[in-house]
């Protein structure tokens, strides 16, 4: 009776380790992930669960699946304890271009000084992973002490589920690169990559203001000046009501349009030169050419050439960008630590960054700021439960399902347009700050563009980046600033506009002079002259 009770007992004390193990990687998982990454590191794990469970009648096998096992799951308490750590101590993920950097950029007598100055916090992160281990050590044994047992049916089709589940988990390139096997492996090569750029980063970057210095530019205009450049991502004009768009998407900007008349300019007919992000920037600070020797110099080396003081403010995490363009500014700013498409963090938070920026007592300043505008994931760029197109069955809507749009388009567009409703009220945000800058009573200029467009239903039933459809580079452009009125405003909003172009424009507005200046690249020059650029795909028109 009494063995028989025990042969009873032992499948539940498994069962119960299991459970246990489980719940134990699930504590790590969420110390270092948040959202739908929880599910999709626990269903990565869940092969290893099923893998436990199944009854081994060799004991030879058994001790090493528990060793394999244990060593598995310290990779996912590894992984979410150093995450943790991470965001405790400086609210960043491991691969944000502020650790990246740091790892990149550190040696051995630094990391001393580091460990030094954070043993008691380290020491308490390693007390738990120790705790951990050898508590995960003895589940992992009972969890799989099972030998010749038989499993019940139900455990059986349980166990299959759990295995196809996770085989479909490690099938999906973007779960699998969540495994921490897989990430700190990509990690590690991502440091020991940067490690390598970043000497020929600062090198290009001293290169270029070196390039600025002996162009000599100068400004055009006596007393204090204040230009700010406005950045989004992914935004298609043909989504914003100000472009004529159905959805009232940015009642704000229409507003500021309205009320300040001839000191604002809406460029109808914008494109981009490129349909995503890295090239588009390098486009638009490189005068269409950054690294060519007959390029211009980085219009951010030449603007502190000629005696601006420059600000980089950023809602992105990219360690490109943050080398290749912010990192030529006096002051940089990245308040975003969580890189990829699955931030979190919203534009609005520059805001006060931008104020700090413009109150400062330098005469001359030049301001970025970079947001992440539309950029997928939609819903992910606008607060929680402010979607006010949430299935709403209006002309939009219907005009999309008469074209045939899938559901899943048509809630994306939804989603989309939430995005640029919130956009729009950052960058008119940003337009009144501009506009009210600390009482200055010097010059003030405001401009405004996307870096490339988006696809979201409009040809073809695709949502995000596009090179092949005309999406892909329909920008917005505006600009003001509190000069005189420009009384052919209405002929220079009907000229069509290039995004690499943007840099003559900016020059124009910052009042630059140098001998490489090209006033027939600048939108606002009396003899602007149009060229269309190479885009992979035909545009019928580029002046609608």
């Given at each position: 009776?009494?063995?028989?009770?025990?042969?009873?007992a032992?499948?539940?004390?498994?069962?119960?380790?299991?459970?246990?193990?489980?719940?134990?990687?699930?504590?790590?998982?969420?110390?270092?992930h948040?959202?739908r990454?929880?599910?999709?590191?626990?269903?990565?794990?869940?092969?290893?669960?099923?893998?436990?469970?199944?009854?081994?009648?060799s004991?030879?096998?058994?001790?090493w699946?528990?060793?394999l096992?244990?060593?598995?799951f310290?990779?996912?308490?590894?992984?979410?304890a150093?995450?943790?750590?991470?965001?405790?101590?400086?609210?960043?993920a491991?691969?944000?271009?502020l650790?990246?950097?740091?790892?990149?950029?550190?040696?051995?007598?630094?990391?001393?000084?580091?460990?030094?100055?954070?043993?008691r916090?380290?020491?308490?992160w390693l007390?738990?992973?120790?705790a951990?281990g050898?508590?995960?050590?003895?589940?992992?044994a009972?969890?799989g002490?099972?030998?010749?047992?038989?499993?019940?049916?139900?455990?059986?089709?349980?166990?299959?589920?759990?295995?196809?589940?996770?085989?479909?988990?490690?099938?999906?390139?973007?779960?699998r690169?969540?495994?921490?096997?897989?990430?700190?492996?990509?990690?590690?090569?991502s440091?020991?990559?940067?490690?390598?750029?970043?000497?020929?980063?600062?090198?290009?970057?001293?290169a270029?203001?070196?390039?600025?210095?002996?162009?000599?530019?100068?400004?055009?205009?006596?007393g204090?000046?204040?230009?700010v450049?406005?950045?989004?991502?992914?935004?298609?004009?043909?989504?914003?009501?100000?472009?004529?768009?159905?959805?009232?998407?940015?009642?704000?900007?229409?507003?500021?349009?309205?009320?300040?008349?001839?000191?604002?300019?809406?460029?109808?007919?914008?494109?981009?030169?490129?349909?995503?992000?890295?090239?588009?920037?390098?486009?638009?600070?490189?005068?269409?050419?950054?690294?060519?020797?007959?390029?211009?110099?980085?219009?951010?080396a030449?603007?502190?050439?000629?005696?601006?003081?420059?600000?980089?403010?950023?809602?992105?995490?990219?360690?490109?960008?943050?080398q290749?363009?912010?990192?030529l500014?006096d002051?940089?700013?990245?308040i975003?630590?969580?890189?990829?498409?699955s931030?979190?963090?919203?534009?609005?938070?520059?805001?006060?960054?931008?104020?700090?920026?413009?109150e400062?007592s330098?005469?001359?300043?030049?301001?970025?700021?970079?947001?992440?505008?539309?950029?997928?994931h939609?819903?992910?760029?606008?607060?929680?439960?402010?979607?006010?197109?949430?299935?709403?069955?209006?002309?939009v809507?219907?005009?999309?399902?008469?074209q045939g749009?899938?559901?899943?388009?048509r809630?994306?567009?939804?989603?989309?347009?939430?995005?640029?409703?919130?956009?729009?009220?950052?960058?008119?945000?940003?337009?009144?700050?501009?506009?009210?800058a600390?009482g200055?009573?010097?010059?003030?200029?405001w401009?405004?563009?996307?870096?490339?467009?988006?696809?979201?239903?409009?040809?073809?039933?695709?949502?995000?980046?596009?090179?092949?459809?005309?999406?892909?580079?329909?920008?917005?452009?505006?600009?003001?600033?509190?000069?005189?009125?420009?009384?052919?405003?209405?002929?220079?909003?009907?000229?069509?506009?290039?995004?690499?172009?943007?840099?003559?424009?900016?020059?124009?507005?910052?009042?630059?002079?140098?001998?490489?200046?090209?006033?027939?690249?600048?939108?606002?020059?009396?003899?602007?002259?149009?060229?269309?650029?190479?885009?992979p795909?035909?545009?019928?028109?580029?002046?609608?």
């Amino acid at each position: 009776m009494s063995g028989s009770t025990t042969g009873a007992a032992a499948p539940l004390r498994a069962r119960g380790a299991l459970a246990c193990l489980w719940g134990l990687a699930a504590v790590f998982v969420v110390l270092g992930h948040d959202g739908r990454r929880v599910a999709q590191l626990l269903i990565l794990f869940l092969p290893l669960m099923a893998w436990l469970a199944w009854p081994v009648r060799s004991p030879a096998v058994r001790r090493w699946r528990r060793v394999l096992a244990w060593a598995g799951f310290m990779c996912f308490a590894l992984d979410g304890a150093a995450r943790g750590f991470l965001l405790d101590a400086y609210q960043s993920a491991p691969d944000s271009s502020l650790v990246l950097g740091a790892a990149a950029n550190t040696n051995a007598r630094e990391t001393g000084e580091y460990l030094q100055a954070h043993w008691r916090t380290l020491l308490l992160w390693l007390a738990g992973l120790a705790a951990a281990g050898a508590w995960s050590w003895r589940l992992a044994a009972q969890a799989g002490a099972q030998g010749t047992g038989r499993l019940s049916r139900g455990l059986v089709v349980l166990l299959a589920v759990g295995l196809l589940v996770g085989a479909l988990g490690y099938a999906s390139k973007p779960w699998r690169r969540l495994h921490p096997v897989v990430f700190w492996a990509g990690w590690s090569q991502s440091v020991q990559a940067l490690r390598g750029t970043l000497g020929d980063q600062e090198a290009f970057r001293r290169a270029e203001l070196a390039r600025a210095r002996a162009a000599a530019p100068s400004v055009a205009r006596e007393g204090p000046s204040t230009v700010v450049m406005v950045l989004g991502d992914s935004v298609n004009r043909d989504n914003m009501s100000l472009y004529g768009y159905a959805r009232p998407t940015t009642h704000r900007l229409e507003t500021q349009v309205r009320q300040l008349g001839d000191q604002m300019l809406t460029l109808r007919h914008a494109w981009s030169a490129d349909a995503s992000t890295l090239p588009a920037l390098r486009n638009i600070f490189g005068f269409g050419g950054l690294g060519r020797q007959d390029a211009p110099p980085h219009l951010l080396a030449l603007a502190r050439a000629a005696g601006y003081k420059v600000w980089w403010v950023s809602n992105h995490d990219d360690v490109a960008v943050e080398q290749t363009h912010a990192r030529l500014a006096d002051v940089v700013d990245f308040i975003n630590r969580t890189p990829g498409r699955s931030t979190m963090s919203l534009d609005g938070e520059l805001l006060d960054e931008l104020q700090k920026a413009l109150e400062d007592s330098a005469p001359r300043k030049l301001i970025v700021v970079h947001l992440l505008g539309t950029h997928p994931h939609y819903r992910l760029r606008f607060p929680a439960d402010a979607n006010p197109f949430d299935d709403a069955p209006d002309s939009v809507e219907r005009e999309l399902e008469r074209q045939g749009r899938p559901y899943w388009v048509r809630r994306l567009r939804q989603d989309y347009d939430a995005a640029m409703l919130y956009h729009d009220f950052v960058v008119s945000e940003t337009l009144a700050l501009t506009r009210n800058a600390g009482g200055n009573p010097g010059y003030r200029a405001w401009m405004y563009l996307s870096d490339h467009g988006q696809e979201v239903g409009h040809a073809t039933d695709h949502a995000g980046h596009s090179p092949g459809t005309a999406a892909g580079y329909r920008i917005p452009a505006l600009l003001w600033s509190n000069d005189a009125p420009r009384p052919e405003r209405a002929a220079i909003a009907a000229r069509p506009f290039r995004g690499d172009w943007a840099g003559w424009t900016m020059a124009s507005l910052l009042h630059l002079r140098w001998p490489g200046l090209q006033p027939a690249r600048d939108v606002l020059a009396k003899d602007y002259v149009w060229q269309a650029p190479r885009l992979p795909i035909a545009i019928s028109a580029y002046d609608r």
